[in-house]
């Protein structure tokens, strides 16, 4: 058949991610709707000679709730996304489809799935989903979301702005605002407010190094889902976010890490970056995030203890005070208008989505007027 392999005994049948790719997909906020709209195209196998226009086929998303997404199970996938297609010619070689959807209404536990998702997409990873039709409820197919190329950076422009640092007895504590770019990947247009986020930084005299070097979210994207449940159970004890493990070996000039015990409530201002044609479709959005640190420890990484004392030298002695690099993660949790969740106290107003492991690199400089 036309676009299949030929058939031979070491020869498996091509995956369905094999003859199905997405070209774009577009998920906007619209009238307190969260909408999706997508392009797809397809391999044709059937012969040329048949021409044949289809109806609409509709069609329904769901996530795995597990790490596994080879079981058709009903109780291991996630309901996520219903939608249909618009109707389509049998062309060749290959098919295209446009797609329309919207999210369904979700529950409180499959929230952590969608994080996850999300997550996983963000870190650059493909995220694995499952397809399926009301017209053949029982066919459940395992498909994969194409990893972003390159991968989004959503956090920029980091810094700790009008920073202090206090001693108190032997710890040394910052307080400061931590202020942020925050830039949605190409095609995702979200009204959103960001509830709480959760930064953990590692401090470095001058700029950052070559970013191999440095901090790594070393969770896998299998492990995310593990990580929500944690975050989920321990909302509001002292501990959002497990925190990652430091870099082994440590970077050679990084001297300390910024790590509070809760999240911050931050502050957040959506700057809409409108397209040419004045829609939401093509464009990204951009938030600036503040929050405030008060007296958070400021932890001297082990054996930096002298590369810590040059730093606060170069405070207090330097004409400009000293660069100071910031690298790290963020948990952050922003509020999705639109979003359609149940009992999370957003009736009508949207639903909370919980993102894990934002990288994020920055530099500022701190004055003498800092100590």
């Known amino acids: 058949l036309p676009g299949l392999p030929s058939p031979g005994k070491n020869t498996p049948f091509p995956d369905v991610a094999d003859l199905v790719t997405l070209d774009k997909f577009y998920v906007n906020t619209r009238r307190h709707n969260v909408i999706i709209t997508a392009n797809a195209t397809a391999v044709n196998p059937l012969p040329e000679s048949l021409h044949m226009n289809i109806p609409a086929i509709p069609f329904t998303v769901f996530l795995p709730n597990s790490s596994s997404v080879n079981s058709s199970n009903d109780s291991t996938v996630i309901p996520i996304v219903t939608g249909h297609s618009l109707p389509f010619s049998l062309t060749h070689p290959n098919i295209t489809l446009d797609l329309s959807a ?18 996983t997409y963000l870190s650059g990873h493909s995220a694995p989903f499952v397809a399926g039709s009301p017209l053949l409820p029982s066919l459940h197919i395992p498909m994969v979301f194409p990893a972003p190329h390159p991968k989004p950076q959503v956090l920029r422009d980091v810094s700790i702005r009008n920073m202090h640092i206090s001693l108190n007895g ?4 910052a307080s400061g605002t931590v202020y942020a770019r925050a830039v949605l990947p190409l095609g995702i247009r979200l009204s959103m407010d960001v509830e709480r986020i959760w930064p953990d930084v590692l401090v470095f005299d001058g700029k950052v190094p070559d970013e191999g070097e440095t901090m790594k979210f070393t969770e896998s994207p299998e492990d995310l889902l593990q990580t929500f449940k944690y975050a989920s159970a321990h909302k509001g004890k002292g501990s959002d976010i497990p925190r990652p493990p430091l870099p082994d070996p440590l970077p050679e000039t990084a001297f300390a890490r910024i790590s509070p015990r809760d999240s911050l409530p931050p502050d957040s201002i959506a700057l809409p970056i409108p397209s040419e044609d004045g829609t939401v479709d093509d464009g990204t959005s951009e938030y600036i995030v503040t929050a405030d640190i008060e007296n958070v420890p400021l932890e001297v990484l082990p054996g930096r203890q002298k590369l810590m004392s040059s730093f606060v030298a170069k405070v207090l002695f330097g004409p400009q005070g000293a660069l100071a690099g910031v690298q790290g993660t963020a948990a952050v949790a922003a509020l999705v208008d639109g979003l359609p969740v149940a009992g999370d106290g957003h009736e009508g107003g949207g639903g909370i989505v919980e993102l894990l492991g934002l990288p994020f690199t920055g530099s500022f400089r701190v004055g003498k007027k800092a100590l």
Do not use: A, G, K, N
Request: hydrophobic share 50%; proline share 5%; aromatic share 4%.
């Open 102 to 119: 919207s999210i369904l209404r979700i529950t409180q536990d499959s929230m952590p799935v969608i994080s996850s998702f999300i997550s």
């Open 170 to 173: 032997e710890v040394v504590l």
